[in-house]
């Protein structure tokens, strides 16, 4: 039989033991805002926003001593760890029946202004990233819609830059009424974003029969084209 030889490592100093290894707080830039959802419709304000946090590194990092805030509020963080190149999301509702169908990691009681923010994540008291918006002016109006960093401008540095931030596209959660991608990959910001079918076509008829498409449609990336396609009654 197999005795096996053990090595143990106190993580204590650094943060705790998470996944087999030590895992440590983030330095300034690891860990930044990657998606925000402020204006959600077909569901309350104070159910359905959330916020996604974005490990930039390839180690997983621990948030204890952390504060997520906006200009009015703070929370402190407890024992998170955000994976690997992984994702964090942040909702004020943790039951999907109630938060337009998310399956958020962590519960936050921050009011998301709908006519612009500042959010900002300190750990230790050091910045770690932070992220704006406004209603139009320099971000673009999300309404039933993430304000989505690019999957291509990852980065502390791009996510201070309004023109790295676009639309979300992609249907989420119960009705498919809002759009974005929470807790997964960014879309890329280009020929979808922001969304070109917004418009939908007249109605038309089908033999003796109406056709009435309803708003937003799906926006699709065709090659060096785009193609919307619509929901129809």
């Known amino acids: ?38 204006d959600p419709v077909d569901v309350a304000d104070d159910l359905g926003e959330w916020v996604e946090l974005y490990n930039a590194t390839d180690s997983h990092l621990y948030l204890n001593q952390c504060e997520l805030s906006d200009r009015t509020f703070g929370i402190r963080l407890g024992q998170e760890v955000i ?12 039951n999907p029946a109630e938060n337009g169908g998310l399956d958020a990691d962590v519960q936050f009681d921050l009011l998301l202004n709908n006519t612009g923010d500042r959010l900002e994540l300190r750990c230790d008291g050091i910045r770690i990233d932070v992220a704006e918006y406004d209603m139009g002016s ?3 109006r999300a309404s039933g819609t993430s304000l989505s960093l690019s999957g291509t401008r990852l980065n502390a540095a791009a996510n201070d830059e309004p023109g790295s931030w676009c639309l979300g596209t992609e249907p989420y959660g119960a009705g498919h009424n809002n759009r974005g991608t929470p807790g997964s990959i960014n879309s890329v910001c280009g020929q979808c974003n922001p969304n070109p079918c917004s418009d939908a076509p007249a109605p038309r008829c089908v033999d003796d029969t109406v056709v009435v498409t309803h708003t937003p449609g799906i926006c699709e990336v065709d090659g060096n084209d785009f193609r919307c396609t619509y929901e129809e009654e």
């Open 1 to 38: 039989f197999c005795i096996p030889v053990e090595a143990r490592i106190d993580c204590s100093e650094e943060g705790r033991c998470f996944a087999g290894q030590c895992v440590r707080a983030p330095s300034a830039g690891e860990v930044l805002f990657s998606e925000i959802m402020y």
């Open 83 to 94: 994976p690997a190149r992984g994702h964090l999301l942040f909702a004020r509702s943790l």
């Open 138 to 140: 320099r971000y673009p």
